[in-house]
């Protein structure tokens, strides 16, 4: 399934609620077609609730209000379209057991072992790759519990940056929730630059919590501690 052929975000007057707990409030959101956006504001607002919001990561019945993207509402278009149209690039991202190879070509199926290795060596990975004594075999463990918190980030930029070769285009809006955020500032910094620079055309929610990584952003949204957007 291909993707979207643009992928303007629209929220209008959206309110998520978790249980009890009303996680995000009243949120009016528009995020242009290749635009790049930096939510910022203190841990828990709902920053990262918005980003799982656009690719369908929230339990059913908890979002309430107007979400759409290309004009079409969120929850009518389909999950693989959608995933296909927005990249969800975590703080954590999922590694499932098996070896590095099978977890970056997740980004692109039918990626060969030279492609792999670069989009590592892009990711700030060459060093720890050449380091490895079974290269691209070695397992990576359940949830990729064989690494460092630094090691599974860089390898979802690897898999961010693959993803962006794909025959379609690849993704056209990133939704980056911290994804480096386990790497020293200054290389965080110049890996987002690196996959933002990957594509110009292409779109960005950035979830920051430093100054230079929301810098990278045409403009910032403050999320407040109450949930709201300003």
């Excluded at 992928?7 to 290749?34: K, M, N």
């Excluded at 390898?155 to 386990?182: F, K, T, Y």
Aim: charged share 25%.
């Amino acid at each position: 399934m291909a993707a979207l052929p643009a992928a303007t975000v629209v929220l209008d007057g959206v309110t998520v609620r978790r249980g009890p707990r009303t996680v995000l409030r009243d949120a009016t959101l528009r995020i242009g077609d290749g635009e790049r956006v930096a939510l910022v504001g203190p841990s828990g607002s709902g920053k990262s609730t918005i980003g799982e919001l656009l690719v369908d990561l929230l339990p059913v019945g908890a979002v309430h209000g107007a979400a759409t993207i290309d004009g079409r509402p969120l929850d009518e278009v389909d999950p693989h379209v959608l995933r296909r149209t927005i990249l969800h690039v975590p703080q954590d991202p999922y590694l499932f057991d098996a070896d590095v190879r099978a977890n970056l070509r997740l980004a692109l199926p039918d990626a060969d072992d030279d492609a792999l290795r670069q989009a590592l060596r892009d990711a700030g990975a060459g060093a720890w790759l050449d380091g490895l004594r079974d290269g691209l075999d070695t397992p990576v463990g359940e949830r990729g519990g064989h690494l460092s918190g630094g090691e599974r980030q860089r390898i979802g930029v690897a898999r961010a940056l693959l993803a962006g070769r794909r025959p379609d285009g690849g993704p056209r809006l990133l939704v980056l929730d911290e994804p480096v955020s386990q790497l020293p500032p200054e290389e965080g910094v110049a890996l987002l630059r690196r996959l933002l620079d990957a594509d110009s055309s292409r779109g960005a929610l950035l979830i920051a919590h430093r100054d230079a990584e929301a810098a990278l952003a045409d403009r910032c949204v403050t999320v407040s501690a109450q949930g709201r957007l300003a």
